[in-house]
């Protein structure tokens, strides 16, 4: 039996900056959550598998906040700014996933807090140099 899996080697992360996030599905799917009041009726697992769909949208959007803080210098504000985001999302996805609305929810406003630092970093980015 052959698979078709393959494992890319990628240390520099060369590959993950390449690939553009599909945003608009990352922003409906934080709506949709954020707009949950109460219970949202669903079992644990579905909530779990949404948690995780949530958390890797997270860690790649923070890969994007830290090359995009990187192109500013070290005492930027906005760079600094995107250092305390940056921790606190690490210290967020430290915890481990619960099968819970709530941790959906928080999962979700870390997106959203993600991308609001990003685009804000990408709007505070020095332009680059035209050549004639």
């Known amino acids: 039996m052959s698979s078709t899996h393959v494992v890319l080697h990628d240390p520099e992360g060369r590959l993950e900056a390449e690939l553009p996030l599909d945003r608009e599905l990352h922003k409906g799917l934080v709506k949709a959550v954020l707009g949950w009041t109460g219970d949202p009726v669903l079992p644990?697992?579905?909530?779990?598998?949404?948690?995780?769909?949530?958390?890797?949208a997270a860690r790649a959007v923070a890969a994007d906040v830290r090359r995009a803080a990187d192109l500013l210098p070290e005492d930027h504000a906005a760079r600094v700014l995107a250092d305390v985001v940056l921790e606190e999302a690490d210290r967020r996805l430290s915890v481990p996933a619960e099968g819970t609305a709530r941790c959906t929810q928080r999962h979700a406003r870390l997106v959203r807090a993600?991308?609001?630092?990003?685009?804000?970093?990408?709007?505070?980015?020095?332009?680059?140099?035209?050549?004639?």
């Open 44 to 56: 644990p697992a579905d909530l779990q598998q949404i948690t995780l769909l949530l958390t890797g």
């Open 114 to 132: 993600l991308y609001e630092r990003l685009d804000r970093l990408v709007s505070a980015a020095p332009e680059p140099a035209k050549t004639p």
